[in-house]
């Protein structure tokens, strides 16, 4: 018994000192006061807040993240969606990968730990069943919970992709009708916004004058990256306008309505489903007020039968 407490104390001193590895450093002041002091626009900021985010992980986090680029355990773990998730919210995919790693292997070890503690505490015998058992669900739920944190940010932030691109393509629309051509009027367009949408797709036609692309078919590559479709249908829409000489305004305009009543569907939906629980939750909230009236009178009434 003292033996299994003494590997149990062990395992848990492993674990917090690997949980203290790769904990987040938190930066020093001069880099604090160097990044309240520089004078840099919004898209500078926006292209840095990734490297910036790598820097102020632990070393230990860096290390593995370096040793797993490009390894079979990145590209067997992460899919389509899922890399075009962290594309969105500009997370490294062996970042990602070194911290779901590390999340599996901190399960692994905690698992055995949890039952060797319970062990101590009660004074019995745990089956070597029932901790692999525990063992295998803390480290499946351990490798779960990093995608499913990833899927759920990255649907909140296309919702306001979304509403981003609609106010966009009404600014398109409008610059288009004032006489601009499609490519000046993109890049117009992005100019006005703000918010880390337009900064994205600043980013994405300053990219296209680079690689040579035309700002149309940039905004389709961006939303094949990002998994935006409404990108891409508004970049097939301008290379059919910029093919056929057709007057993109009217297509826009009509596209803009369309993604604003398709969100305001979207809203309404999510309004009634609100609603309803709060209907259920009244219910429940009624039927235990009516239990707790009854039930000293049914009480009494059993009693005296």
């Known amino acids: 018994m003292t033996a299994m407490v003494l590997v149990a104390m062990l395992l848990a001193a492993g674990l917090l000192l690997l949980v203290r590895a790769l904990r987040p450093s938190q930066p020093s002041l001069g880099e604090q006061l160097a990044r309240l002091g520089a004078q840099t626009s919004y898209d500078e900021r926006y292209r840095a807040a990734a490297s910036t985010a790598r820097s102020h992980t632990s070393k230990a986090h860096r290390w593995l993240a370096r040793r797993l680029a490009g390894t079979p355990v990145m590209t067997s773990t992460i899919d389509d969606k899922l890399s075009r998730d962290l594309s969105l919210l500009n997370v490294d ?19 055995p730990v949890l039952c060797f503690i319970a062990l101590a505490v009660t004074g019995g015998s745990t089956p070597a069943v029932v901790v692999l058992t525990v063992t295998l669900l803390v480290t499946l739920v351990a490798y779960v919970v990093p995608a499913r944190r990833v899927h759920s940010t990255a649907e909140s932030r296309r919702a306001d992709f979304r509403a981003a691109i609609t ?14 051509g499609a490519s000046e009027a993109l890049a117009d367009a992005a100019r006005i916004g703000r918010g880390w949408p337009f900064a994205r797709v600043r980013l994405a036609l300053a990219d296209a004058r680079i690689s040579g692309y035309t700002p149309a078919r940039a905004l389709g590559r961006l ?3 990002i998994g935006m479709h409404e990108l891409q249908d508004l970049s097939a829409q301008l290379l059919l306008a910029d093919a056929t000489g057709a007057q993109a305004e009217v297509t826009l305009r009509e596209r803009a309505r369309s993604l604003r009543d398709a969100q305001l569907a979207v809203a309404q939906g999510k309004a009634g489903e609100r609603s309803q629980t709060m209907v259920i939750a009244q219910l429940l909230l009624a039927l235990g007020f009516m239990l707790f009236v ?6 009494n009434f059993m009693t005296a039968l």
């Open 223 to 225: 939303g094949e990256e």
């Open 93 to 111: 995919a062996a970042a990602f990968t070194a911290t779901r790693v590390a999340m599996v292997a901190a399960g692994f070890l905690l698992a």
């Open 167 to 180: 106010s966009y393509m009404d600014l398109v629309a409008m610059r288009a009708a004032s006489g601009a």
């Open 294 to 299: 009854l039930y000293p009178p049914v009480s």
